[in-house]
């Protein structure tokens, strides 16, 4: 039930905090995310497939639009921590960590949930992508 809680209180605390301010161009371009949104009967195919580039770059840009929020466009941190100078293998076991609902910290309930989605080759995939960013 605590847990529940959580989901309740997030998006009041997001509404609260990011309802009628201005931002600077910073942090409108971290949370900033490209996106393509085609309409039925729209021929757009041809643009997402332009954007889309590999399968597996798209997939694992999927996995980590997830992350972004908290974590940075580029892995520099916000919300929850950076993942700048960190190694896969650290990112790897945390996400473990987080899938098995393991305590990590003040904000684990808020990983449980995007942990548990995650796939074994999911979870290598993406921390390796993540010290590339």
Do not use: W
């Not at 371009?29 to 770059?57: F, K, P, W």
């Not at 941190?77 to 650290?90: A, E, M, T, V």
């Not at 796939?119 to 921390?127: E, N, P, Q, R």
Request: charged share 25%; net charge neutral.
């Amino acid at each position: 039930m605590k847990n529940k809680r959580y989901l309740l209180i997030l998006p009041l605390c997001a509404l609260f905090l990011f309802n009628g301010k201005k931002y600077d161009e910073s942090v409108i371009e971290r949370i900033h995310l490209n996106v393509n949104i085609c309409i039925e009967g729209q021929d757009c195919g041809a643009v997402l497939a332009e954007s889309a580039g590999s399968d597996t770059d798209s997939k694992l840009t999927k996995l980590y639009a997830g992350c972004i929020a908290c974590h940075g466009a580029k892995g520099e941190g916000g919300i929850g921590p950076s993942f700048k100078g960190r190694k896969s293998d650290y990112i790897s076991s945390a996400l473990v960590q987080y899938k098995n609902k393991e305590e990590r910290g003040a904000q684990s309930a808020l990983m449980y949930a995007q942990a548990a989605a995650l796939s074994d080759k999911d979870i290598k995939d993406l921390s390796e992508y993540i010290i590339t960013l």
